[in-house]
T-cell receptor
Framework: QQQVKQSPQSLIVQKGGISIINCAYE??????FPWYQQFPGKGPALLIA?????SEKKEGRFTISFNKSAKQFSLHIMDSQPGDSATYFCAASIRGGSNYKLTFGKGTLLTVNP | GAVVSQHPSWVICKSGTSVKIECRSL??????MFWYRQFPKQSLMLMATSNEGSKATYEQGVEKDKFLINHASLTLSTLTVTSAHPEDSSFYIC???????????FGPGTRLTVL
C-alpha cells in the first residue's frame, strides 16, 4: 500500500516557468512533510519541509503548499532553471514515531529546458 | 552543517565476497541512522533503522543476516553486505538524524556492483 502518491512521474518545463509537483497522503498521523532533490548518482538533499500547522512555506524560489483537509501538499518551483533538472521526492513522517521513518513518494523527474 | 559522508562512493566486488560500507555524520551526533537501497529510476526503499548502541530494526523482507548493520558510535554506522551476489548490485544510501530533529540528512550514496 503506497501511503504517499506523487504526480506527475515526469515533468518538462521551459526555463523561467513554474514547476508544480503534487503529493497526496493517506495516513492522517503524518505531521512532517519534506521535499528532497536528487541529482543522478547522488544522495537526496533536503530542499524544504513543512509541518501541518501552516498552509504554505517559501524558501527562495521553492514553495510548499499544504492542504490538511485534502491530505495533499505540493512543491512549486518558481522561475525554473536548467540547474533544477533533477528527481524530486516528497516524503512524510510521524514526528516522534518509529524513529521518524520517512515514507517516500515515487519521485518526479523534472527537466527544465533552456 | 548536517553533513553525512559515505565510503566508498563505489565498489566492485566478486560474487560471494563481503563488502562493508561506512556512513559517518561529520558535524552532528547521529542518534538514528537509516539505510536505504535505490534501484535505477525508482524511489528509496528503507532497509533498516539503527539507533546508536542498539540492534538495527529491519524492514519486512530485508534479510538481516545478509545485510549486517552496526551503529557502534554516534557518528558511524556500517552496512556489510555478506556473500554478495549480482542481485545485490544497487545504490545504497544512508541517512542520519540527531535527537529531537524531524529531518533526515542523506549521504552521497555508494554504488555497489557485484560481478
Amino acid at each position: 500500500q503506497q501511503q504517499v502518491k506523487q504526480s506527475p512521474q515526469s515533468l518538462i518545463v521551459q526555463k523561467g516557468g513554474i514547476s508544480i509537483i503534487n503529493c497526496a497522503y493517506e495516513n492522517t498521523a503524518f505531521d512532517y512533510f519534506p521535499w528532497y532533490q536528487q541529482f543522478p548518482g547522488k544522495g537526496p538533499a533536503l530542499l524544504i519541509a513543512i509541518r501541518p500547522d501552516v498552509s504554505e512555506k517559501k524558501e527562495g524560489r521553492f514553495t510548499i503548499s499544504f492542504n490538511k483537509s485534502a491530505k495533499q501538499f505540493s512543491l512549486h518551483i518558481m522561475d525554473s532553471q536548467p540547474g533544477d533538472s533533477a528527481t524530486y521526492f516528497c516524503a512524510a513522517s510521524i514526528r516522534g514515531g518509529s524513529n521518524y521513518k520517512l515514507t517516500f513518494g515515487k519521485g518526479t523527474l523534472l527537466t527544465v529546458n533552456p | 552543517g548536517a553533513v553525512v559522508s559515505q565510503h566508498p562512493s563505489w565498489v566492485i566486488c566478486k560474487s560471494g565476497t563481503s563488502v562493508k560500507i561506512e556512513c559517518r555524520s561529520l558535524d552532528f551526533q547521529a542518534t538514528t541512522m537509516f539505510w536505504y537501497r535505490q534501484f535505477p529510476k525508482q524511489s528509496l526503499m528503507l532497509m533498516a533503522t539503527s539507533n546508536e548502541g542498539s540492534k538495527a530494526t529491519y524492514e519486512q523482507g530485508v534479510e538481516k543476516d545478509k545485510f549486517l548493520i552496526n551503529h557502534a558510535s554516534l557518528t558511524l554506522s556500517t552496512l556489510t553486505v555478506t556473500s554478495a551476489h549480482p542481485e545485490d548490485s544497487s545504490f545504497y544510501i544512508c541517512s542520519a538524524r540527531w535527537a529531537g530533529a524531524d529531518t533526515q540528512y542523506f549521504g552521497p550514496g555508494t554504488r555497489l556492483t557485484v560481478l
